[in-house]
């Protein structure tokens, strides 16, 4: 029973890693789906002048500082993802503040508006951004992979012993029903 209560506390700590790194691949969406807001916003904005797109807009930037951070504290854990995501955050940063450029001057100066956002720098955080975000994301999924393996072997290695416990359980009713009869046996002799 101590080997068995060893193996389950370790089937929970697999399991909460598991779900770690479902709420950081989780965080990294959230990431991802406010920075397209913000740039879907500012498009929209600017080629219709639309309240409802700059609206969109700034939420999605006023989003993204609290996303970056809860998914700062998630991978706290793990030097590497902490730095390919400092990496990111430099980026979305500087890719935050080209849209923001943009967006005050408005559609009213469009062709102004749209050579910030054809800048070489411009082009290149994009694809920056798009590639930070997509190896913080591959090294989850490994990282998952592996956890989730982890978890599914432990699983087995319980199974192994509740079945064997079980087994044992079984051979000790009936080892104690043979004693039984045998007393009861040598009782009415």
């Known amino acids: 029973t101590i080997a068995l209560t060893i193996v389950l506390t ?7 890693w598991v779900e770690h790194t479902n709420e950081v691949l989780r965080q990294i969406a959230t990431v991802e789906r406010s920075l397209l807001t913000a740039e879907s916003g500012e498009r929209g904005y600017l080629l219709t002048g639309e309240k ?7 939420r999605a930037q006023a ?3 609290d996303a970056l951070g809860a998914l700062q504290k998630l991978v706290s854990d793990n030097s590497l993802q902490t730095q390919r995501l400092g990496r990111l955050r430099s980026d979305v940063e500087a890719r935050l503040e080209e849209l923001k450029q943009a967006v005050e001057l408005g559609p009213s100066r469009l062709n ?3 050579a910030i956002l054809s800048t070489a720098r411009s082009r290149q955080l994009t694809p920056q951004i798009e590639e930070g975000v997509e190896q913080l994301r591959r090294s989850e999924v490994v990282l998952l992979q592996q956890r989730q393996s982890a978890a599914d072997r432990i699983t087995v290695l319980i199974t192994f012993f509740a079945s064997a416990l079980g ?3 079984l051979l000790a009713a009936v080892i104690g029903t043979y004693y039984l009869e045998r007393q009861r046996t040598i009782g009415q002799l």
Not at 52 to 58: A, G, K, M, V
């Open 10 to 16: 370790k089937l929970r700590e697999s399991f909460v």
């Open 52 to 58: 409802s797109y700059l609206d969109s807009h700034n």
């Open 112 to 114: 102004d508006a749209l």
């Open 63 to 65: 989003e993204l500082p």
């Open 167 to 169: 087994l044992l359980g």
